[in-house]
């Protein structure tokens, strides 16, 4: 044979795919004439382009099958959003034919839209389904509260919606930051964004509980109470999620932060104390393990584990 077997092997899948010289084809050929090896190398690159047109005919197929059940679902979001429209209709009639106005028929406009954004958003949005009826959900409570306290004449709302808010957070953002479009943001933060939305939503509820109750009574306490609380959660979720070391360091020095936490607790407590018993409310701190013990014991569970650690270090 004129030329070697590798040389051969770099030439053949320009050969196939025909975008070698002139020469070099009438070299491959020559050479496939006489040697097997290189003609079943050949064959074989061959067929990776026979696979490489399975996997393409396997795409279309899905594609055009979820673009079938895309056009269903949309098809019965629209059945189903006309036969919300049945008793929707029915009451406008009947409230304006009882009353001298629409009252009450608003109210069950925003019931039915609270089924609906459960029901006819998933079913007709295309993407980002979750995201967007939770997102739907959540504002259509907010709109039937809204009109429930107008037609109640109630500033009750000012309470009601903040804390619908903070417990709709609460159980929808774990899911809404693992999905479009909120993941591509949050990246590898998504603990960061739960806790950053859970304490926004909080600190709203209890500014607007505040508001609705009149401040000088109102916020000394609830931020005395809940502010050390929310500063303990963000504590522990810091240590817990950005501290690069063993169980047993994290442990140690969530227990020291929790009662240095609960330190500044019982000493705002006593403070409130003061100034609570004047007015005949009896407050209780309630706390009976020293807070320095709590926080020396943490910080000796740090220890070990930090300890422990330089050991295995050493070890390696
Ligand atoms: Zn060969």
């Known amino acids: 044979m004129k030329y070697n077997c590798d040389l051969i092997s770099d030439l053949l899948p320009l050969y196939k795919d025909e975008i070698c010289s002139e020469a070099s084809r009438k070299i491959v050929e020559e050479h496939l004439a ?11 690159l061959n067929d990776i382009t026979i696979d ?22 949309a098809l019965a979001g629209s059945i189903i959003a006309m036969i919300f429209a049945i008793p929707i209709l029915v009451c406008l009639i ?8 629409l009252t009450w028929f608003f109210i069950v406009l ?3 839209l609270v089924a609906a954004s459960l029901i006819i958003v998933p079913l007709m949005v295309p993407e980002n389904k979750m995201f967007m009826t939770m997102g739907a959900f959540t504002a259509s409570v907010i709109i039937l509260l809204a009109i429930i306290s107008v037609y109640t004449h109630g500033s009750w709302f000012l309470v009601a919606a903040p804390a619908t808010l903070f417990g709709l957070t609460v159980l929808f953002a774990p899911f809404i930051v693992c999905r479009r479009p909120v993941n591509a ?24 509980i505040g ?27 810091v240590i817990i999620r950005y501290l690069r070391s063993n169980a047993c360091v994290k442990t140690g020095l969530c227990i020291a932060s929790a009662g240095a936490l609960s330190g500044v ?12 018993s004047a007015t005949g409310v009896v407050y209780s701190s309630g706390v009976s393990v020293p807070p320095v013990s709590i926080v020396a014991l943490g910080l000796v569970i740090a ?3 930090f300890l422990v650690r330089k050991n295995k270090g050493e070890k390696k």
């Open 34 to 44: 006489e040697c097997q090896d290189c003609k079943k190398m050949l064959n074989s």
């Open 211 to 237: 508001l609705y109750v009149g401040m000088s009574e109102f916020f000394p306490m609830a931020f005395a109470v809940s502010m050390p609380l929310v500063v303990m959660c963000w504590a522990f979720f």
């Open 52 to 73: 490489e047109k399975i996997v393409k005919e396997k795409e279309e197929v899905i594609g055009t099958q979820a673009r079938f059940f895309k056009r269903k679902s």
């Open 94 to 101: 009947v409230n304006l034919a009882t009353g001298a106005g």
């Open 110 to 112: 925003a019931g039915i």
């Open 185 to 208: 943001y949050v990246k590898n933060h998504k603990g960061l964004a739960i806790m950053g939305a859970y304490t926004a939503t909080f600190v709203l509820m209890m500014l607007c």
């Open 265 to 276: 607790l019982a000493m705002l407590a006593s403070s409130a104390e003061a100034s609570m």
């Open 303 to 305: 220890g070990i584990g």
